[in-house]
């Protein structure tokens, strides 16, 4: 469910930088002021325990596949929301440093799918009203499950959002939302299976570690971040959204509109239309002056000199970019073998 | 993830020490000319591919003067490929508009911005990963620290990052010892819960003795971080040469004004 940093737009992972960042800050400064001094040395170590246990499967019978323990929730329960979600935080962050998985650009979206819906919605309001006070097995397990999956679903939905926003698939809503939904109801279950099991023996075994987590009376108190961070995220999107919008974005949706493609039957692309519509009327530059409706379009790439790379329909366009990309990028492979030559240290760390 | 996979870190930090003039530049340049980088690069139009190439300079650059192995990253980025890929191959299918020719062979749109997404992956994915080769964990957390990110979540990765390798050792050897005592059958349930809860334990367990250690050696509850590097002005032309160059790679198309260059038209 990591992102990569190739299909989300900067006005949206900016966006989500935004909120993201302020639930950090937020959550940072709660941390401070809790009176648990060992939390440090605490939330390093389970980070780097989410990683090590995802090293280790167990079989789902009849399946032939695996799984292993998500993460959030178990945290949530051991650390409380703040902590458990800088946590989660950091380990999508080293996840994007040191293996790719979701990309800087899109760290901001992974964050918030995968480290507020459990640390902020899932466990508070589904599994701590459905477990309340008593441990009772049948009950914490369903209340596991249904937190994991609530968890997953709502971090499934806002991925198809979010690239849905972005605008680089093309898969329309319905359909990307009909792929991701199923698939995650299915890993939210094993999550929350994995996670039922292994509190269940925590609670056996060391019953004072779920009891010590702070802020299980429920003193969330949201509003002052939510209405600043609505607030950010609405100067920051308006702000992001309008300038990508007069520029890329604009035209795209313009030439979508051209062109008339087959997502056109989704009520989702419909919405998109009208809104293309209206903002290739109020847009600044109106693409470049070249509006591509078919006959135009070979003419198109004389009218606009300065705007940039767009492979117009016309072959000499075409052939020179594809030439001019070809011989860039072996320009920087020489580039980089020249700079590779240079006399210094030997590098290590090859095998 | 993999067991091999968190092995893998230990190589990123031994390229983060290296010592060559990219690693040498503060961690703060690299890391705002990196997301300016990704930022300039994602807002390109869908359809483009030949204006996007020059912009593989900045991590060959890097990657090259860094002196990091290019097969290590080469695999690391295969690695991380299966999610832009199996989202983005939905694009041929969806969109099959002509939209460019090269000779008579036509385009569709969807391959083109298909082509564009795997393109903007690797650049992107091989940037970022080149920033933390070239600069290591604990000169990436002071920058970030500098640059206003909460010291509380800065130690919390600092913290991350040294404590991974020992848990996943564990980890690993709980594992290995597992898989020789069942004779290859997969873990049940059960028996994951507890492997898993004593891991969990251990670790607690383990963060509670480091505690006390960091308590004897004067843990006040704020933790400190060294900042030995400092923005001279090798790092201001750094950045200052990086935003311009992609700026105007971003303005004008590089590539295909080379390329007409080449094939001797002004088209």
């Not at chain 1, 309001?125 to 596991?144: D, F, K, N, Q, T």
Request: with cysteine; glycine share 10%.
């Amino acid at each position: 469910m990591h992102m990569a940093d190739a299909l989300i737009s900067p006005a949206v992972g900016g966006t989500m930088w935004v909120v993201s960042g302020g639930l950090i800050a937020y959550c940072a400064n709660k941390v401070k002021k809790s009176v648990r001094d060992n939390l440090v040395p605490m939330m390093g170590i389970l980070g780097a325990f989410i990683f090590a246990s995802q090293m280790i499967n167990f079989s789902i019978p009849g399946t032939g596949s695996s799984g292993h323990l998500g993460g959030g929730l178990i945290l949530t329960a051991l650390l409380g929301p703040y902590a458990a979600f800088l946590v989660m935080a950091s380990v999508l962050t080293v996840q994007a440093f040191f293996f790719a998985d979701g990309g800087l650009l899109a760290l901001g979206c992974n964050i918030f799918n995968l480290g507020f819906f459990p640390a902020f919605v899932a466990y508070p309001l589904i599994y701590r009203v459905m477990v309340g006070e008593r441990r009772g097995a049948p009950r914490a397990w369903a209340a596991a499950i249904v937190a994991a999956v609530a968890g997953l679903q709502l971090g499934a939905l806002s991925v198809v959002l979010e690239t849905r926003a972005s605008g680089i698939s093309d898969l329309p809503f319905g359909t990307f939302a009909l792929l991701m939904l199923p698939i995650h109801l299915a890993i939210g279950v094993v999550e929350g299976l994995a996670t039922a099991a292994v509190v269940a023996f925590v609670a056996k075994a060391r019953p004072e570690a779920l009891a010590a987590a702070p802020g299980r009376t429920g003193g969330v108190s949201f509003r002052p971040v939510l209405v600043k961070l609505a607030i950010a995220t609405l100067v920051v999107g308006g702000v992001a959204s309008w300038f990508a919008s007069t520029h890329p974005d604009g035209l795209e949706w313009a030439i979508a509109k051209v062109t008339g493609k087959e997502e056109v039957t989704s009520p989702e692309a419909g919405v998109h239309k009208s809104l293309a519509g209206i903002q290739a009327k109020t847009a600044l530059l109106p693409d470049y002056g070249f509006k591509p409706s078919e006959g135009e379009a070979t003419r198109a790439e004389g009218e606009a000199p300065a705007a940039e790379a767009w492979p117009a329909v016309s072959a000499g366009t075409s052939v020179s970019g594809v030439v001019g990309g070809m011989m860039t990028l072996a320009l920087a492979c020489i580039i980089g073998i020249l700079l590779r030559l240079r006399p210094g240290p030997r590098c290590c760390g090859q095998e | 993830m993999k067991v091999s996979d968190s092995f893998d870190i230990g190589e990123m930090d031994d390229l983060g020490r290296l010592d060559t003039p990219v690693h040498r530049l503060d961690a703060r340049a690299k890391a705002v000319a990196t997301l300016v980088f990704i930022g300039v690069v994602m807002s390109f139009p869908r359809y483009a591919i030949s204006s996007l190439t020059p912009f593989i300079l900045y991590p060959v650059a890097l990657v090259s003067l860094g002196r990091i192995p290019m097969r290590y990253l080469a695999r690391k980025i295969l690695i991380a490929a299966p999610f832009a890929l199996l989202i983005g191959v939905f694009n041929p299918l969806l969109d099959r508009e002509p939209v460019t020719a090269i000779g008579s062979v036509a385009i569709s749109g969807g391959w083109l911005s298909f082509g564009s997404i795997m393109f903007r992956f690797l650049l992107t994915v091989g940037a970022a990963l080149a920033l933390v080769a070239c600069t290591g964990m604990n000169r990436l957390g002071a920058a970030l620290e500098r640059l206003g990110v909460p010291r509380v979540f800065v130690v919390q990765l600092l913290f991350l990052h040294r404590y991974l390798f020992v848990v996943s050792d564990q980890a690993a050897k709980m594992k290995r010892s597992a898989v020789m005592r069942s004779s290859g059958r997969p873990l049940r349930l059960s028996v994951y819960a507890s492997m898993i809860g004593h891991l969990l334990i251990r670790s607690m367990d383990r963060a509670e003795r480091v505690y006390r250690a960091m308590v004897a050696r004067g843990f006040d509850g704020e933790v400190r971080i060294l900042r030995p590097s400092s923005f001279g002005w090798p790092d201001t032309l750094f950045v200052a040469a990086c935003i311009l160059f992609f700026v105007s790679a971003r303005v004008w198309n590089l590539a295909d004004g080379f390329g007409r260059l080449l094939t001797g038209g002004v088209l």
